[in-house]
């Protein structure tokens, strides 16, 4: 490769790290629009924090699990192109953008665990999530490790194609938060004696809705730039993209009856959905599969918390967990040359990747989270919990000034 072409590429995954480090805020204002006024500090530092947390053991540990790539080497080495790192240091640029990513699963999880998870718990559950239980997928999917990939195209003439993490991230994400949710147990008051849903309404929509258009945006180079190079970039993944978020945004519309949270997280829903086949399916394809999303998230979040009475605060278990596992299997069917699509898929592929990347989530989820339950605890006590996790963890509020009454 040339110098000029080596730099593009070097600039092209910089501005795709950025946008989806951006992407965090967007988590960080969605769930901070949704959850009460008592507890929109705690969902700020968490959001900041776990990302540091992430970064750091993504770093030193997550990375090299995945990609058996480590860092500990020379400045020399990792920039000039040594042996195992690309020059001008675009391995580097490839690890913050992979970091986003990692960095993503405690930011789902953030959003269903609120208004009740103790501070430090989730803090070293993130060091196990990032460290451990989401480099093993990873590198079995993206990297080829363990020889999963291989079998599943002597099998069936393709492996399992996520080509920026509807399942790896999203669903990994929703089902691990899933499990949290139910080891944790719901808000206090938010259903009554008798099991009944008592409602919670978001404290601002206007925060909500600045978190989603963050997301939105972010999420072109979430899905455009995992291309890793500018030779690679595709308008397909980008039209795909676009197509499968407004199908998300219209088909929440109808189905939650003009409710602005679903309208919002219709977006989000159609776009977690498209990342799998973005490169591969037909826009018409991934308007179709952003729609049906937007619909699973309405319909799913609505039986989550009230039929199963399991209180995912931001609905993080059908916007990622199961619109991911959609997303992935439906690039089985409109990846596919009759339907439209590119072709080199395999639906077999795609529901067999899907049912283990969801099974392993939500048991490594059970794992991390029932250890700290059994050894410290998870929850905030009643008191702290009906203060506000602001107050009782951070020692301010969101408006001290209000607060002192001046």
Not at 112 to 135: D, H, N, S
Not at 169 to 187: E, F, Q, T
Not at 210 to 237: I, R
Request: aromatic share 12%; proline share 3%.
């Amino acid at each position: 490769m040339s110098q000029g072409s080596v730099g593009g590429d070097v600039f092209f995954v910089l501005i795709g790290a950025i946008l989806v480090f951006a992407m965090h805020g967007g988590f960080a204002f969605l769930e901070v629009g949704t959850v009460r006024q008592k507890n929109q500090v705690n969902a700020l530092v968490k959001i900041l924090v776990d990302f540091a947390l992430s970064t750091v053991t993504y770093f030193f540990v997550g990375y090299a699990f995945a990609y058996g790539t480590t860092f500990l080497v020379d400045a020399a080495t990792l920039s000039g192109g040594g042996e195992g790192f690309e020059l001008q240091g675009l391995t580097l640029v490839k690890f913050f953008f992979l970091t986003t990513f990692a960095a993503a699963i405690p930011a789902i999880i953030s959003g269903g665990i609120a208004e009740r998870m103790k501070f430090w718990p989730q803090c070293l559950a993130t060091v196990a999530l990032v460290g451990i239980i989401y480099p093993f997928f990873e590198g079995m999917i993206w990297n080829g490790n363990y020889g999963f990939q291989a079998w599943l195209e002597a099998q069936f003439g393709a492996g399992f194609h996520d080509f920026a993490g509807s399942v790896v991230v999203h669903a990994v994400g929703g089902w691990i938060a899933l499990a949290a949710v139910l080891l944790l147990g719901a808000r206090m008051g938010r259903y009554d004696s008798k099991g009944r849903p008592v409602g919670i309404p978001p404290s601002s929509l206007p925060w909500l809705a600045m978190g989603s258009w963050m997301l939105c945006v972010g999420w072109f180079g979430f899905n455009v730039m995992t291309a890793a190079s500018l030779e690679g970039a595709s308008g397909l993944v980008a039209i795909n993209s676009l197509m499968a978020m407004v199908g998300g945004i219209l088909v929440a519309l109808v189905v939650g009856k003009n409710d602005p949270g679903f309208v919002h997280n219709g977006a989000l829903a159609g776009l977690v959905a498209v990342c799998a086949g973005s490169d591969v399916m037909h826009p018409v394809g991934s308007l179709v599969v952003g729609g049906v999303a937007g619909a699973i998230f309405v319909i799913g979040f609505e039986i989550c918390q009230n039929k199963l009475k399991i209180d995912d605060v931001l609905g993080v278990w059908p916007l990622h967990g199961i619109c991911g596992a959609w997303g992935a299997i439906a690039a089985g069917v409109f990846g596919l040359e009759a339907f439209g699509g590119m072709g080199g898929v395999a639906l077999m592929s795609q529901i067999i990747g899907t049912l283990v990347g969801v099974t392993y989530a939500l048991a490594g989820g059970f794992v991390v989270y029932g250890v700290l339950k059994a050894v410290m605890g998870l929850r905030l006590s009643a008191e702290d919990e009906h203060r506000g996790a602001d107050l009782s963890i951070h020692k301010i509020s969101a408006n001290p000034e209000h607060d002192l009454g001046r």
